[in-house]
């Protein structure tokens, strides 16, 4: 079985993930889901985590894809291996993004990483756990509930971006690199890149997931059509908002954004119930 590549994110963020992806794999085509209607993930429990991860991923397999790209750093880090568990096997994959990034920053450091994401990513440790597999090096990780929001203000270039951009680099102290371990950071680099040192490596890991990509598609023959380089957008939240913060990360305009909601366990196309005034249940 193949078909397009799937990618699954908590929201808006994973666009910027999805961009890499197409720029290296420009005739694949390509399904994302963003789960924006029920983002934050960053400061739920696993459990809850693991919840929604299932949702979305089965959808996503049931849209024909046969490989999933888990683009949220939270997810790959948190609900990975049991994704994988529950729906890989011959015919289908589930591949994260913790490991990419893990194996960039060891290429790029000279001892000392830090690394900035959500609470629940940095409280997984698991991004420590994947670098210190390939070297024996110090990892630094902090976690940065600030900066995902100030994405999706618009507030990038504003002296808000860049206090608190420097407040948190401030809290990984004396390190060579720092790995931008949340799908949003991305759109800060400038405010990164004005705060960090000449001899401190920014790095991002969306290109080093794109390219280990590449190389497992070249491996894995027979997981992804050979496309058109056609893009589905799909989200639990408003498809008008998706469309309009999701042009950002992707740096283009999406499709037309289709809408899914919860219905007995699974998420289905359409609206859900009301979404604006009062609910009684």
């Known amino acids: 079985m193949s078909g397009p590549i799937g990618v699954y994110d908590s929201g808006f963020g994973g666009l910027s993930v999805l961009r890499e992806l197409r720029s290296h794999l420009p005739e694949a085509d390509f399904v994302y889901l963003g789960d924006s209607g029920r983002a934050p993930y960053g400061g739920r429990d696993a459990h809850t985590i693991?919840?929604?991860?299932?949702?979305?991923v089965q959808r996503l397999f049931e849209e024909g894809t046969a490989v999933v790209i888990v683009a949220c750093h939270t997810v790959?880090?948190?609900?990975?291996?049991?994704?994988?568990?529950?729906?890989?096997?011959q015919a289908r994959r589930v591949l994260g993004v913790t490991i990419p990034a893990a194996e960039a920053a060891v290429r790029a450091t000279r001892g000392r990483i830090g690394f900035l994401g959500t609470h629940g990513t940095v409280a997984s440790g698991t991004f420590a756990t994947e670098v210190h597999k390939l070297a024996a090096v110090e990892v630094i990780e902090r976690a940065a509930p600030l900066l995902a929001p100030i994405v999706e203000e618009g507030w990038e270039t504003?002296?808000?971006?860049?206090a608190a951009v420097a407040r948190y680099l401030h809290l990984l102290g004396d390190v060579d690199t720092v790995v931008l371990g949340c799908t949003h950071y991305p759109l800060l680099r400038r405010a990164f890149e004005g705060a960090l040192g000449p001899d401190v490596t920014l790095l991002d890991p969306a290109p080093y997931v794109a390219a280990r990509l590449v190389d497992w598609v070249q491996r894995h023959p027979g997981f992804v059509d050979t496309g058109s380089g056609t893009l589905r957008a799909l989200t639990t939240g408003?498809?008008?908002?998706?469309a309009e913060l999701g042009a950002r990360f992707l740096a283009a305009p999406l499709p037309k954004v289709e809408c899914l909601h919860l219905h007995d366990g699974r998420?289905?196309?359409g609206r859900g119930g009301a979404t604006a005034g009062q609910v009684v249940r």
Do not use: K
Not at 50 to 56: F, G, N, T
Not at 158 to 162: P, W
Not at 238 to 242: I, K, L, V, Y
């Open 267 to 269: 998420l289905v196309s």
């Open 76 to 89: 790959s880090s948190v609900a990975l291996r049991h994704l994988q568990a529950r729906y890989g096997n």
């Open 158 to 162: 504003s002296d808000v971006a860049s």
């Open 50 to 56: 693991l919840d929604l991860a299932e949702q979305c």
């Open 238 to 242: 408003d498809p008008a908002r998706f």
